[in-house]
């Protein structure tokens, strides 16, 4: 039961990454690799807070949620001058630089040893330890985290996102400001996914950068293209499959090392044939606008 | 000194590197990423049969070029042609890539174990000395190695019939389809090229350093970036490219430490992306189109 309830929590986790993706991926059309840098700077900032200054969890969180927006905002401005594939490139360039500052900043975040430690969730004065509690607060956030961006995708904001997204040029023409939005979008992508990294952080009280990686990008885009672009609905039902599916892979009764590659070569499978399947872009299972 | 042998080495590598992407690049318009998976396969398949099944060392580094240079293929003619053929985008093709990446990756994780592994023979020696620098014999053989094959190449792409229509596919490639150029044959000649080009850098550094299955990645990064500040389409800002981020890695680790050479490499894409867009040699450099 105990196993249930962690790998309940871990897909809420994976929801709110994918979700908070989706806004930047499936909505701008900004396909991200350093969705795990942002997810492990908010991580790593509740771990250093939580460690250090025993701060309560709903002082961190915003902390934690400005800290990823204000880098997210200062390589987008960037990395937002290039398009498509080049777009990756420089994405795939900040994730490797956030996850070199976390596997070498030795005195500030302890290199590959990672922080161990980290103080439960203190919220409204109560420690929240048990699975159930921890549960009740993931699923929580996963509903306000998915109210959040319904109501975002669905506001004007959310049109220009998805206009600008099939036709830029036609777009900026319409007069609205493209760049500004795609650096707003970047960057509420990237403060969404800290909410989930202080989550992670609290919970496993352990945390160390090889659980912030490029695979870890590539696997929460893979849910999100899964899920289908756009649609808040199909990562949320992608994240819970591509979470628990592997785990099958125990009970067949692989050793742990051997499961873990596994997974990763399944979920490579399953985006390759999803590449197959949108070959002709992403725009074809779009809904009316 | 030791900073300048250590600058020299690195950028013969990683103008091979870039110089194996760049003409799979070029004949294909997009950024290949399994290609990490053939540098790492190569340098893999030799350990299998030099230290695993004891073969001769010459014959088993010919036969892991030559497998490696079969999983680049084989992803070329498995994966990206179909996918072409549907007509993808070169986004499409590249997260694809990435998901085969994946796959690969972990094949050879499962297949060989995620811990470090040695090809180098015998013990570490201290290599010659020059002017109170030290140099290793392999690393010698490296930097040789590299400048041969890339003047070989260069003068390849430039006089022969296959590199010339390389260099036309890469330029207009329904034009060259026009006059009879067979664009399919062409593109799997250049991943062929690439492929083997790229598992001898593989192997090289393999020789040099220890390998891990997820070596690749990082190598085909610098590969790539250097391609990049370089600016795309020019063999010349190529060269230039690798040896600037070889020299700003080296002396940025010489003053801050070894262990942020990744993040340096990145910091100079950025910082090209905001004072020169378009790479030093000016070529162009994708934004948005009209």
Redesign the interface.
């Known amino acids: 039961m105990e196993y249930i309830l962690h790998l309940l929590i871990l897909v809420g986790i994976y929801v709110m990454l994918s979700q908070s993706l989706n806004l930047a991926a499936g909505f701008g059309g900004l396909?991200s690799m350093a969705h795990a840098g942002f997810y492990g700077i908010g991580a790593y900032t509740a771990a250093l807070l939580a460690t250090n200054f025993q701060l309560s969890f709903l002082v961190i969180l915003p902390i934690a949620m400005l800290a990823s927006g204000i880098l997210a905002l200062i390589?987008s401005t960037?990395?937002l001058?290039?398009?498509?594939?080049?777009f990756?490139?420089?994405t795939?360039?900040?994730q490797?630089?956030v996850?070199?500052?976390m596997?070498?900043w030795m005195s500030l975040t302890n290199g590959p040893m990672g922080i161990e430690g980290i103080p439960a969730v203190r919220l409204l004065g109560f420690d929240i330890e048990s699975k159930w509690a921890f549960l009740l607060l993931t699923v929580s956030f996963v509903a306000l985290v998915f109210f959040i961006l319904k109501k975002l995708t669905d506001s004007s904001f959310g049109l220009t996102l998805r206009a600008l997204s099939e036709d830029?040029?036609f777009t900026q023409s319409l007069g609205k400001n493209v760049y500004l939005s795609k650096i707003i979008a970047f960057t509420l992508s990237a403060m969404f996914a800290a909410i989930p990294g202080v989550l992670y952080a609290q919970y496993i009280s352990y945390i160390d950068p090889t659980s912030f990686t490029?695979?870890e990008s590539?696997f929460i885009?893979?849910i999100v293209?899964i899920g289908g672009m756009r649609s808040l609905w199909g990562s949320f039902v992608a994240s819970f499959v591509l979470v628990l599916f592997p785990e099958i892979l125990r009970f067949l009764g692989m050793s742990n090392?051997?499961a873990a590659?596994?997974r990763?070569?399944i979920?490579?499978?399953?985006?390759?044939l999803m590449?197959?399947k949108?070959?002709?872009?992403f725009e074809i299972n779009k809904k009316t606008v | 000194m030791q900073i300048l042998i250590n600058i020299i080495i690195n950028s013969a590598l990683f103008i091979l590197i870039s110089y194996s992407f760049s003409i799979i690049y070029y004949s294909t318009r997009f950024f290949n990423m399994t290609h990490a998976t053939v540098f790492t396969c190569s340098a893999y398949f030799a350990y299998l049969f030099l230290v695993q099944l004891s073969f001769p060392i010459y014959l088993s580094v010919l036969l892991g070029i030559v497998c490696a240079a079969i999983v680049g293929i084989l992803c070329e003619v498995v994966i990206y042609r179909p996918l072409q053929k549907r007509g993808a985008s070169s986004m499409i093709l590249m997260i694809a890539s990435l998901g085969l990446y994946i796959v690969l990756q972990n094949v050879i994780s499962v297949a060989w174990g995620d811990d470090t592994k040695s090809i180098r023979s015998g013990d570490i020696k201290a290599g010659y000395e020059i002017l109170g620098a030290y140099i290793t014999k392999t690393q010698i053989v490296t930097v040789a190695i590299c400048l041969f094959i890339i003047v070989v190449c260069i003068f390849f792409m430039r006089h022969s019939r296959i590199g010339r229509n390389i260099r036309a596919i890469a330029t207009n490639q329904e034009l060259s389809n026009i006059i009879g150029i067979d664009s399919n044959k062409i593109i799997l000649l250049a991943f062929c090229i690439g492929s083997v080009l790229i598992a001898i850098s593989g192997l090289l550094v393999a020789f040099d350093r220890d390998m891990i299955p997820t070596m690749g990645f990082k190598w085909l990064l610098y590969g790539i970036v250097s391609m990049i500040i370089g600016g795309v389409g020019s063999t010349w800002g190529l060269v230039g490219g690798a040896f600037l981020l070889a020299t700003a890695q080296h002396v940025g680790a010489y003053f801050i430490g070894s262990q942020w050479m990744d993040a340096i490499a990145y910091i100079i894409l950025i910082l090209f992306l905001i004072v020169r867009p378009l790479g030093f040699s000016g070529k162009l450099l994708k934004k948005t189109e009209i």
């Open positions: 396909i390589v960037i990395a001058r290039t398009v498509d594939d080049y990756i490139i420089c795939l360039g900040i490797v630089v996850f070199s500052l596997n070498n830029e040029i490029i695979d590539i885009l893979t293209i090392s051997i590659n596994m990763q070569i979920y490579g499978i399953v985006l390759i590449m197959f949108y070959s002709k872009g």
